[in-house]
């Protein structure tokens, strides 16, 4: 009797141990991994792009690895579910002891009551014998509190800008919202039941209209449109160089892409401020819309419809911009969809396409629609361009793979393998014909062909360290490891599924698309660039939660690869909504509607007025200022008869030199600033003034030497920190 008790509790013990939830024994491998790196180089930018190229590149290699060669090899099942132990034991130690600093009594609060809770939802869905009598529950129950701790560490690095713990015990709605949320994400997260591939599912239910309606008010918000012109101006700029003549990709730099810039050009707009406005918004509704329906594709219920919302509106809306002060990706366009919105478009592609695997559907519609969202990517600009090429394109082997692997495909191997071979050459045609577009286009508008350089100016002026900051090692970079790792957990259970080699190809390109776009953190390090990424890795965590709601998997290992993204996404929702005058926020974006002129917002620069005035200068007249700070002066607010006519399309006084603003060169070298002065003043020459400090910045000496070489001065004003100057055209 002993002896067979013992024997059952040596089964229990071992199978509990080959159970370990892959999330461990990845961490291991990844955080290993990262200290090796860390001891052998130096802590530089260099070093930081070493991390992050091999935790893109080595760690997925030793997943392979580990979770395939047993499959293939059944005598090393027993070697590596002993390396998968003692990785994730190592994994559970150095998470702890990486992240010791940030976890204070709440977290470990946090973590205690969302444990409870899941346990006690367990308890009552299960009943006490399921639960109380099982050890299986308890063992699981243990390794979620093991989970939770270090996931709600990582994700309270979120607010940056203060101890978690202060401003949740010094602001009594963030109190509050931060015990709400906890709860809410604990039950709407909590279910545990696989959800059927074939279910069916509308989006236009009465529901989904309502949350429609809530983010579409949200996503017209004018407020704080103007509370940065530093970031605005860089877009703005190049649209309205174009409109007066410009071309991109020769004489208009254009910071953030080539698509965005003509688009918002070319929209039949009064100011290219309201074109920015529109498409703006039109971004968010769209981004915001879609990360919500990701979310509700996972789960039912009312709960889990609310944390959805919740969700979307928080980490699109809110955590974009500046967190701090919650201004919003309508102060900071480049922080939010209109930087990253085709990562939300080929997300939807590839979730529709896991949907249509689960169903074993093999139409080729998502193939096709999936190209042509990439191909607008890499025109929309050279980043979005890197972000979906390496999100598509492993998916679009792994869809090319499922089609023409099938067993319903009746054509003979040679003629299967061709149409392989078209459809991996089909992108690089897509490319090749879009490029002779343009440079035939170019060449009979402009007389040349296109500068190609031009389209990774910006890219090549970034990665060689401009505005650089160093990773702060205790910082949020913890929040984007620990939902890397954990979506690297899933990639692990499809690999073990029966649908392995296409869905895995099809979701890695999901988490290869994260992780992509948090290249965005490495150069620009800053504690709040974590803020703008969330929305990000939300998409990833909502299609993560998709593929374990419809994998095979039992309770305890869904639950527990549920809870490491359960911390972060009530983080996401605690911080706007716990904020003490949200509630005035809201009733303001609710009175406010849609902004017919935004343009009437513009602040105008007292100081600048004043010299203008002084010096006299029309309003009409070109006037450019490269005083550093100085992005205001470029764009004075139209006048009275432009904001009240509608449908009149309002310039700025005619350009002659492409320094609008003058900030958008900063980040290139002097060379290539020099080239797009040069090829801009012999396309449009003329004259105008020069406002400069009396002592020039370093920085813009360049300007003065190339316009000398190109335009005479013929006129001179000067204050007691200013002077004016007038460049006639040579």
């Known amino acids: 009797m002993n002896q067979a008790s013992g024997q059952r509790a040596a089964s229990w013990i071992h199978d509990r141990l080959n159970d370990l939830p892959d999330l461990f024994w990845i961490t291991g491998l990844g955080l290993a991994q990262v200290l090796f790196i860390n001891e052998c180089v130096e802590r530089d930018e260099r070093g930081e ?42 994994g559970v130690g150095m998470s702890f002891y990486l992240l010791w600093h940030a976890i204070d009594r709440l977290v470990l609060g946090a973590a205690c009551l969302q444990t409870l809770t899941l346990f006690l939802i367990a308890w009552r869905r299960q009943g006490r014998k399921e639960t109380l009598g099982n050890p299986s529950w308890w063992w699981t129950t243990g390794l979620t509190l093991l989970i939770l701790i270090p996931a709600w560490a990582a994700a309270s690095r979120l607010v ?25 994400t604990s039950v709407a997260f909590s279910d545990s ?30 407020s704080g449109f103007f509370g940065s012109m530093i970031h605005p101006a860089v877009i703005i700029g190049p649209a ?23 688009l918002l050009a070319i929209l039949p707009c009064a100011t290219i401020w309201q074109s920015l406005y529109i498409v703006n918004a039109v971004l968010l509704f769209l981004a915001s819309l879609l990360l919500f329906l990701f979310f509700r594709l996972s789960g039912r219920g009312l709960l889990h419809y609310c944390c959805a919302l919740l969700v979307s509106l928080s980490a699109v809306h809110w955590m974009c911009g500046w967190i701090r002060e919650f201004q919003g990706p309508q102060t900071v366009p480049s922080s939010g969809p209109y930087r990253f919105f085709w990562i939300y478009s080929i997300a939807a592609v590839l979730l529709w396409e896991l949907h249509l695997a689960y169903s074993d559907d093999r139409r080729w519609t998502p193939v096709w629609i999936g190209l042509a969202t990439w191909l607008a990517s890499c025109l929309w600009s050279a980043e979005s361009a890197v972000y979906c090429s390496v999100m598509l394109m492993p998916a679009y082997v792994g869809m090319l793979f499922r089609r023409l692997s099938s067993q319903a495909d009746s054509r003979p191997l040679f003629q299967r393998l061709r149409t392989g071979a078209a459809c991996l050459l089909a992108p690089l045609g897509l490319v090749a ?31 060689n360290g401009f505005g650089s900051f160093l990773i702060e090692p205790k910082g949020g970079v913890a929040l984007l490891l620990s939902v890397f790792f954990g979506m690297g957990a899933v990639v692990a259970c499809i690999l073990r599924g029966s649908n392995s080699l296409g869905m895995f190809a099809v979701f890695a390109g999901v988490w290869g698309g994260c992780w992509a776009a948090a290249s965005y953190f490495v150069p ?18 909502a299609v993560a939660l998709d593929v374990i709601s419809k994998e095979n998997l039992s309770s305890h290992a869904r639950l527990l690869l549920r809870v490491v993204f359960v911390p972060c996404l009530a983080t996401i929702m605690v911080i706007p909504f716990g904020c003490s005058d949200f509630p005035s926020r809201v009733s303001q974006i609710v009175r406010e509607g849609y902004y017919a002129h ?40 139209p006048p009275p008869s432009a904001s009240s006519s509608c449908g009149t399309r309002w310039v700025l006084p005619k350009a002659w030199i492409p320094l609008c603003p003058t900030g958008l060169f900063d980040p290139l070298p002097a060379k290539r600033s020099a080239v797009y002065l ?13 406002l400069l400090s009396r002592v020039p910045s370093s920085d813009h000496t360049w300007v003065l030497q190339e316009l000398i070489a190109t335009h005479h001065p013929t006129k001179t004003v000067m204050g007691r920190e200013w002077m004016m100057i007038y460049f006639d055209c040579k």
Request: hydrophobic residues 55%.
């Open 49 to 90: 792009w070493l991390q992050y190229l091999a935790l893109a590149l080595v760690l997925p290699v030793a997943m392979l690895v580990i979770a395939l060669l047993p499959r293939f090899l059944p005598s090393t099942q027993c070697r590596f579910g002993a390396l998968r132990f003692l990785a994730g034991m190592a």
């Open 160 to 184: 940056w800008w203060t101890p978690f713990l202060w401003w949740i015990a010094n602001l009594p709605l963030a109190s509050i919202a931060f015990f709400v949320f906890v709860l809410l």
């Open 193 to 222: 039941t696989p959800t059927a591939p074939k279910t069916p599912w509308r989006l236009w239910t009465i529901p989904n209209v309502l949350a429609m309606i809530v983010l579409a008010a949200f996503s017209l918000r004018g």
């Open 240 to 262: 309205e160089l174009v409109r007066q003549g410009g071309w991109l990709l020769w004489d208009v730099p254009a910071q953030y892409g080539f698509l965005n810039t003509l």
């Open 433 to 463: 014909l879009t490029v002779l577009f343009l440079f035939a286009f170019y060449r009979m508008r402009l007389g040349c062909g296109p500068d190609w350089r031009c389209y990774f100016d910006y890219c090549v002026a970034f990665k």
């Open 524 to 541: 620009r390090s800053h504690e709040n660039n974590v803020a703008n990424l969330t929305p990000i890795f939300c998409v990833g965590i």
């Open 598 to 637: 935004i343009e009437a917002g513009i602040p105008v620069e007292p100081n600048v007025a004043s010299i203008r005035e002084a010096v006299e200068v029309a309003p009409d007249e070109a006037f450019v200022s490269v005083r550093e700070g100085d992005f205001i002066p470029d764009f004075p607010p």
């Open 678 to 690: 040069d090829r801009f003043v012999a396309r449009h020459p003329g004259g105008g003034w020069v």
